[in-house]
Protein backbone atom coordinates (compact mmCIF):
# COMPACT_ATOMS: atom_id res chain seq x y z
CA UNK A 1 0.00 0.00 0.00
CA UNK A 2 1.15 3.20 -0.83
CA UNK A 3 -0.93 6.13 0.71
CA UNK A 4 2.23 9.05 -0.10
CA UNK A 5 1.22 7.90 -4.14
CA UNK A 6 -2.40 9.20 -2.73
CA UNK A 7 -1.27 12.25 -1.23
CA UNK A 8 1.39 13.31 -3.70
CA UNK A 9 -1.52 12.80 -6.64
CA UNK A 10 -4.86 13.56 -4.68
CA UNK A 11 -5.62 16.90 -6.93
CA UNK A 12 -5.17 15.23 -9.97
CA UNK A 13 -6.97 11.38 -8.61
CA UNK A 14 -9.69 13.68 -7.38
CA UNK A 15 -10.21 15.95 -11.30
CA UNK A 16 -9.88 12.83 -12.82
CA UNK A 17 -12.33 10.46 -10.32
CA UNK A 18 -14.91 13.34 -10.67
CA UNK A 19 -14.94 12.89 -14.44
CA UNK A 20 -14.97 9.17 -14.62
CA UNK A 21 -17.55 9.39 -12.00
CA UNK A 22 -19.78 11.76 -13.65
CA UNK A 23 -19.87 9.31 -17.06
CA UNK A 24 -20.67 6.50 -14.71
CA UNK A 25 -23.45 8.82 -12.76
CA UNK A 26 -24.77 9.25 -16.69
CA UNK A 27 -25.38 5.88 -17.84
CA UNK A 28 -26.55 4.61 -14.19
CA UNK A 29 -29.41 6.79 -14.21
CA UNK A 30 -30.92 4.91 -17.04
CA UNK A 31 -30.54 1.56 -15.40
CA UNK A 32 -32.25 3.28 -11.89
CA UNK A 33 -35.20 4.82 -13.98
CA UNK A 34 -36.44 1.77 -15.80
CA UNK A 35 -35.69 -0.52 -12.11
CA UNK A 36 -37.56 2.53 -10.39
CA UNK A 37 -40.54 1.84 -12.86
CA UNK A 38 -40.35 -1.46 -13.76
CA UNK A 39 -38.05 -3.26 -10.96
CA UNK A 40 -36.29 -4.55 -14.48
CA UNK A 41 -32.81 -4.84 -14.35
CA UNK A 42 -31.67 -3.49 -18.22
CA UNK A 43 -28.55 -4.98 -19.18
CA UNK A 44 -28.91 -3.98 -22.31
CA UNK A 45 -28.15 -0.64 -21.83
CA UNK A 46 -24.56 -0.92 -21.52
CA UNK A 47 -24.91 -1.47 -25.38
CA UNK A 48 -27.57 1.75 -25.83
CA UNK A 49 -24.10 3.49 -24.17
CA UNK A 50 -22.21 1.64 -26.56
CA UNK A 51 -24.14 2.45 -29.65
CA UNK A 52 -23.46 5.80 -28.56
CA UNK A 53 -19.99 5.73 -28.62
CA UNK A 54 -19.81 4.77 -31.95
CA UNK A 55 -22.65 7.37 -33.33
CA UNK A 56 -20.47 10.19 -32.11
CA UNK A 57 -17.20 8.72 -34.05
CA UNK A 58 -19.02 8.28 -37.02
CA UNK A 59 -20.48 12.03 -37.08
CA UNK A 60 -16.89 13.20 -36.28
CA UNK A 61 -16.13 10.90 -39.24
CA UNK A 62 -18.51 12.36 -41.69
CA UNK A 63 -16.74 15.46 -41.12
CA UNK A 64 -13.36 13.74 -42.29
CA UNK A 65 -11.81 13.75 -38.41
CA UNK A 66 -10.20 10.45 -37.54
CA UNK A 67 -7.25 9.66 -33.98
CA UNK A 68 -4.93 11.21 -36.46
CA UNK A 69 -6.41 14.23 -37.24
CA UNK A 70 -5.39 18.01 -35.89
CA UNK A 71 -7.41 19.74 -33.49
CA UNK A 72 -9.76 21.67 -35.41
CA UNK A 73 -10.63 24.78 -33.66
CA UNK A 74 -12.34 25.79 -30.60
CA UNK A 75 -15.30 27.01 -32.39
CA UNK A 76 -15.55 24.60 -34.81
CA UNK A 77 -14.53 21.41 -32.09
CA UNK A 78 -17.72 22.81 -29.45
CA UNK A 79 -20.00 22.71 -32.68
CA UNK A 80 -18.97 19.46 -33.98
CA UNK A 81 -19.34 18.28 -30.03
CA UNK A 82 -23.01 19.78 -29.89
CA UNK A 83 -23.54 17.64 -32.62
CA UNK A 84 -22.79 14.63 -31.69
CA UNK A 85 -24.43 14.82 -28.31
CA UNK A 86 -27.45 15.26 -30.11
CA UNK A 87 -26.78 12.64 -32.65
CA UNK A 88 -25.42 9.69 -30.10
CA UNK A 89 -28.30 10.90 -27.45
CA UNK A 90 -31.15 10.59 -30.76
CA UNK A 91 -29.55 7.37 -32.02
CA UNK A 92 -29.04 5.96 -27.89
CA UNK A 93 -32.49 7.28 -26.88
CA UNK A 94 -34.19 5.31 -30.15
CA UNK A 95 -31.83 1.77 -29.49
CA UNK A 96 -33.48 2.17 -25.91
CA UNK A 97 -37.00 2.54 -26.76
CA UNK A 98 -36.92 0.05 -29.72
CA UNK A 99 -35.48 -2.39 -27.40
CA UNK A 100 -38.54 -1.66 -24.64
CA UNK A 101 -40.96 -2.19 -28.15
CA UNK A 102 -39.89 -5.46 -29.39
CA UNK A 103 -38.13 -7.23 -26.35
CA UNK A 104 -39.85 -6.42 -23.17
CA UNK A 105 -43.17 -4.78 -24.44
CA UNK A 106 -44.13 -8.17 -26.20
CA UNK A 107 -43.24 -10.17 -22.24
CA UNK A 108 -45.29 -7.53 -20.33
CA UNK A 109 -48.52 -8.23 -22.02
CA UNK A 110 -47.97 -11.62 -21.47
CA UNK A 111 -47.65 -11.09 -18.01
CA UNK A 112 -44.12 -13.16 -17.96
CA UNK A 113 -42.25 -14.23 -14.88
CA UNK A 114 -39.49 -11.57 -14.03
CA UNK A 115 -37.01 -14.31 -15.09
CA UNK A 116 -38.21 -14.05 -18.66
CA UNK A 117 -37.55 -10.61 -19.37
CA UNK A 118 -33.86 -11.07 -17.29
CA UNK A 119 -32.95 -13.72 -20.02
CA UNK A 120 -34.69 -11.57 -22.47
CA UNK A 121 -32.10 -8.43 -21.22
CA UNK A 122 -28.79 -10.76 -21.47
CA UNK A 123 -29.93 -12.08 -24.25
CA UNK A 124 -30.62 -8.11 -26.03
CA UNK A 125 -27.18 -6.98 -24.48
CA UNK A 126 -25.14 -10.00 -26.67
CA UNK A 127 -27.30 -9.13 -29.63
CA UNK A 128 -26.29 -5.80 -29.70
CA UNK A 129 -22.66 -6.46 -28.68
CA UNK A 130 -22.24 -9.09 -31.44
CA UNK A 131 -23.85 -6.85 -34.37
CA UNK A 132 -21.40 -4.28 -33.76
CA UNK A 133 -18.90 -6.55 -33.18
CA UNK A 134 -19.83 -7.83 -36.91
CA UNK A 135 -20.35 -4.28 -38.28
CA UNK A 136 -17.04 -3.18 -37.34
CA UNK A 137 -14.76 -6.51 -37.76
CA UNK A 138 -13.88 -5.88 -33.77
CA UNK A 139 -11.54 -3.31 -34.92
CA UNK A 140 -11.03 -0.65 -31.88
CA UNK A 141 -12.28 2.47 -33.38
CA UNK A 142 -10.25 5.85 -32.40
CA UNK A 143 -11.70 9.33 -31.52
CA UNK A 144 -10.56 12.47 -32.83
CA UNK A 145 -9.03 14.67 -30.23
CA UNK A 146 -11.45 17.67 -30.61
CA UNK A 147 -9.75 20.10 -27.60
CA UNK A 148 -6.33 21.20 -26.21
CA UNK A 149 -5.27 19.08 -23.41
CA UNK A 150 -3.54 21.64 -21.61
CA UNK A 151 -5.35 22.82 -18.12
CA UNK A 152 -7.24 25.80 -18.74
CA UNK A 153 -7.98 26.13 -14.84
CA UNK A 154 -4.81 25.53 -12.34
CA UNK A 155 -5.84 25.88 -8.95
CA UNK A 156 -3.08 24.62 -5.96
CA UNK A 157 -2.52 21.20 -7.30
CA UNK A 158 -6.09 21.03 -9.26
CA UNK A 159 -5.54 20.99 -12.93
CA UNK A 160 -8.45 21.26 -15.00
CA UNK A 161 -8.77 20.42 -19.12
CA UNK A 162 -11.49 21.58 -21.27
CA UNK A 163 -12.30 18.07 -21.70
CA UNK A 164 -12.83 17.66 -18.25
CA UNK A 165 -14.73 20.70 -17.50
CA UNK A 166 -16.99 20.39 -20.50
CA UNK A 167 -17.64 16.58 -19.44
CA UNK A 168 -18.27 18.13 -15.52
CA UNK A 169 -20.61 20.71 -16.80
CA UNK A 170 -22.56 18.74 -19.03
CA UNK A 171 -23.20 16.40 -17.10
CA UNK A 172 -24.03 18.54 -13.92
CA UNK A 173 -26.90 20.41 -16.25
CA UNK A 174 -27.97 16.63 -17.40
CA UNK A 175 -28.65 15.54 -13.92
CA UNK A 176 -30.15 18.34 -12.37
CA UNK A 177 -32.49 18.69 -15.75
CA UNK A 178 -33.25 14.87 -15.28
CA UNK A 179 -34.36 15.57 -11.66
CA UNK A 180 -36.47 18.75 -12.17
CA UNK A 181 -38.27 17.15 -15.49
CA UNK A 182 -39.26 14.26 -12.85
CA UNK A 183 -40.22 15.92 -10.03
CA UNK A 184 -41.39 18.78 -11.58
CA UNK A 185 -43.69 18.41 -14.94
CA UNK A 186 -46.36 17.07 -15.91
CA UNK A 187 -44.54 13.71 -17.77
CA UNK A 188 -42.38 13.20 -14.06
CA UNK A 189 -45.62 13.28 -12.07
CA UNK A 190 -47.11 10.32 -14.65
CA UNK A 191 -43.06 8.32 -14.44
CA UNK A 192 -43.40 8.67 -10.76
CA UNK A 193 -47.11 7.55 -10.27
CA UNK A 194 -46.38 4.12 -12.52
CA UNK A 195 -43.46 3.36 -10.63
CA UNK A 196 -45.90 4.12 -7.63
CA UNK A 197 -48.44 1.20 -8.52
CA UNK A 198 -49.28 0.89 -12.42
CA UNK A 199 -52.32 -0.15 -11.89
CA UNK A 200 -53.95 2.88 -10.20
CA UNK A 201 -51.81 5.10 -12.48
CA UNK A 202 -53.51 3.05 -14.99
CA UNK A 203 -57.31 3.60 -13.78
CA UNK A 204 -56.64 7.80 -13.28
CA UNK A 205 -55.61 7.80 -16.99
CA UNK A 206 -52.44 7.47 -17.10
CA UNK A 207 -50.84 5.79 -20.46
CA UNK A 208 -48.74 3.16 -18.65
CA UNK A 209 -47.28 2.10 -22.16
CA UNK A 210 -46.26 5.64 -22.94
CA UNK A 211 -44.43 6.03 -19.76
CA UNK A 212 -42.47 3.22 -20.20
CA UNK A 213 -41.41 4.40 -23.63
CA UNK A 214 -40.31 7.67 -22.09
CA UNK A 215 -38.18 5.99 -19.47
CA UNK A 216 -36.39 3.90 -21.75
CA UNK A 217 -35.39 6.93 -23.97
CA UNK A 218 -34.79 9.14 -20.86
CA UNK A 219 -32.14 6.53 -20.31
CA UNK A 220 -31.14 6.41 -23.65
CA UNK A 221 -30.55 9.88 -24.00
CA UNK A 222 -28.54 9.64 -20.85
CA UNK A 223 -26.41 6.73 -21.74
CA UNK A 224 -26.04 8.86 -25.13
CA UNK A 225 -24.54 11.95 -23.97
CA UNK A 226 -21.92 9.85 -21.66
CA UNK A 227 -20.99 8.03 -24.57
CA UNK A 228 -19.45 11.05 -25.88
CA UNK A 229 -17.37 12.25 -23.19
CA UNK A 230 -16.34 8.62 -22.91
CA UNK A 231 -15.00 8.98 -26.41
CA UNK A 232 -13.48 12.30 -25.80
CA UNK A 233 -11.66 10.94 -22.36
CA UNK A 234 -10.83 7.29 -23.37
CA UNK A 235 -9.85 8.79 -27.53
CA UNK A 236 -11.41 5.12 -29.24
CA UNK A 237 -14.48 3.21 -28.68
CA UNK A 238 -14.95 -0.38 -29.77
CA UNK A 239 -17.97 -3.05 -29.99
CA UNK A 240 -17.56 -4.48 -25.80
CA UNK A 241 -16.79 -1.10 -24.38
CA UNK A 242 -19.90 -0.78 -22.30
CA UNK A 243 -19.48 -4.22 -20.75
CA UNK A 244 -17.83 -3.24 -18.07
CA UNK A 245 -18.61 0.54 -18.13
CA UNK A 246 -22.03 -0.52 -17.73
CA UNK A 247 -21.19 -3.45 -15.05
CA UNK A 248 -19.72 -0.03 -12.83
CA UNK A 249 -22.51 2.18 -14.01
CA UNK A 250 -25.20 -0.31 -12.60
CA UNK A 251 -23.10 -1.00 -9.62
CA UNK A 252 -23.10 3.00 -8.94
CA UNK A 253 -26.98 2.99 -9.25
CA UNK A 254 -27.02 0.22 -6.37
CA UNK A 255 -24.51 1.91 -4.33
CA UNK A 256 -26.64 5.29 -4.57
CA UNK A 257 -30.02 3.18 -3.81
CA UNK A 258 -31.27 1.72 -7.21
CA UNK A 259 -34.46 3.25 -8.44
CA UNK A 260 -33.68 6.90 -6.75
CA UNK A 261 -32.04 9.37 -9.24
CA UNK A 262 -30.06 11.69 -6.76
CA UNK A 263 -28.75 8.45 -5.24
CA UNK A 264 -27.72 6.89 -8.60
CA UNK A 265 -25.56 10.57 -9.19
CA UNK A 266 -24.01 10.20 -6.12
CA UNK A 267 -22.83 6.52 -6.51
CA UNK A 268 -21.35 7.30 -9.44
CA UNK A 269 -19.32 9.92 -8.71
CA UNK A 270 -18.48 8.24 -5.35
CA UNK A 271 -17.61 5.15 -7.66
CA UNK A 272 -15.15 7.29 -9.81
CA UNK A 273 -13.30 8.53 -6.55
CA UNK A 274 -12.84 5.48 -5.08
CA UNK A 275 -11.48 3.84 -8.15
CA UNK A 276 -8.82 6.40 -8.18
CA UNK A 277 -8.01 6.74 -4.86
CA UNK A 278 -7.89 3.02 -4.55
CA UNK A 279 -5.72 2.22 -7.51
CA UNK A 280 -3.49 5.12 -6.30
CA UNK A 281 -3.01 3.40 -2.80
CA UNK A 282 -2.95 -0.54 -3.99
CA UNK A 283 -1.99 -0.28 -7.86
CA UNK A 284 -3.74 0.31 -10.51
CA UNK A 285 -4.24 -3.00 -11.53
CA UNK A 286 -6.65 -3.64 -8.87
CA UNK A 287 -8.29 -0.82 -9.90
CA UNK A 288 -11.56 -3.06 -10.73
CA UNK A 289 -11.87 -5.29 -7.87
CA UNK A 290 -11.56 -2.09 -5.68
CA UNK A 291 -14.60 -0.58 -7.10
CA UNK A 292 -16.52 -4.22 -6.25
CA UNK A 293 -15.20 -4.61 -3.04
CA UNK A 294 -16.62 -0.94 -1.47
CA UNK A 295 -20.49 -1.88 -3.04
CA UNK A 296 -20.17 -5.29 -1.54
CA UNK A 297 -19.47 -4.10 1.72
CA UNK A 298 -21.38 -0.62 1.52
CA UNK A 299 -24.23 -3.40 1.14
CA UNK A 300 -23.94 -5.72 3.79
CA UNK A 301 -24.25 -2.70 6.18
CA UNK A 302 -26.77 -0.49 3.80
CA UNK A 303 -28.89 -3.13 1.91
CA UNK A 304 -30.65 -0.24 -0.05
CA UNK A 305 -27.75 1.83 -0.73
CA UNK A 306 -26.73 5.32 0.45
CA UNK A 307 -29.92 6.98 -0.76
CA UNK A 308 -32.28 4.08 -0.82
CA UNK A 309 -35.38 3.46 -3.24
CA UNK A 310 -36.76 7.07 -4.41
CA UNK A 311 -39.17 6.62 -7.70
CA UNK A 312 -41.14 3.75 -5.59
CA UNK A 313 -42.90 4.14 -2.24
CA UNK A 314 -41.43 7.58 -0.93
CA UNK A 315 -41.51 7.91 -4.86
CA UNK A 316 -44.13 9.60 -5.52
Known sequence: MDFAELFRGFPELTTTGLVQGAIYALIALGYTLVYGVLRLI??????????????????????????????????????????AIATAAVLSGSTALLLEVTAYRPLRRRNAPPLAFLITAIGASYFLMELLGALTQRRQIGAPRLLPTDPIISIGGFHVTPV?????????????????????????????????DANTAALMGVNKSRVIGLVFVLGGLMAGVAAVFSDMKSGNTRYNIGFLLGLKAFSAAVL????????AAIGGVLLGLVENYGSAVFGSQWRDLIAFVV???LLMFRPTGLLGESLGRARA
Not at 164 to 190: C, E, H, P, W, Y
Not at 256 to 263: A, K, M, T
Open 42 to 83: NFAHSEVFMIGTFAAVWTWGFFGLDSNSDAPSVVKAMLLIVL
Open 256 to 263: GGIGNLRG
Open 295 to 297: LIT
Open 164 to 196: QLLTLSVAIIMMVGLDFFVNKTRFGRGIRAVAQ
